[in-house]
């Protein structure tokens, strides 16, 4: 059975900066694309960002602050967070996705929690 991990999420000063980490554990290969999304009180789900081989896709409101990447041989997708603000805390969650275009995901983790203050 496939699980994917979330991590390193914490509380952090506006523009101060994280890095999450998704890794995947199992013996199924779901899909190639993953990504992260975010869930914030009182909000409807928000898809982050997705990578699926050298294809990405950004939410407009982090493009040009959060990076996503993947290293193939840790199994692990990262997203690097800079300038957060305080419209960035969420519960951030790891998913697989059928495609960078498609806004959609399965099989996400437990989230790990980002709250931004000022």
């Known amino acids: 059975q496939t699980q994917l991990e979330e991590s390193g999420g914490d509380s952090v000063q506006v523009g101060g900066s994280l890095r999450l980490s998704c890794a995947a554990s199992g013996y199924s290969v779901i899909s190639n694309c993953r990504g992260w999304f975010r869930q914030a009180p009182g909000k409807n789900n928000e898809g982050v960002a997705r990578?699926?081989?050298?294809?990405?896709y950004y939410a407009a409101s982090v493009k040009g602050r959060f990076t996503i990447s993947q290293d193939n041989a840790k199994n692990t997708v990262y997203l690097q967070m800079n300038n957060l603000q305080p419209e960035d805390t969420a519960m951030y969650y790891c998913g697989y996705c059928s495609d960078v275009n498609a806004d959609s995901f399965s099989h996400w983790g437990q989230g790990t929690q980002v709250t931004v203050s000022s």
């Open positions: 990578i699926s081989g050298s294809r990405t």
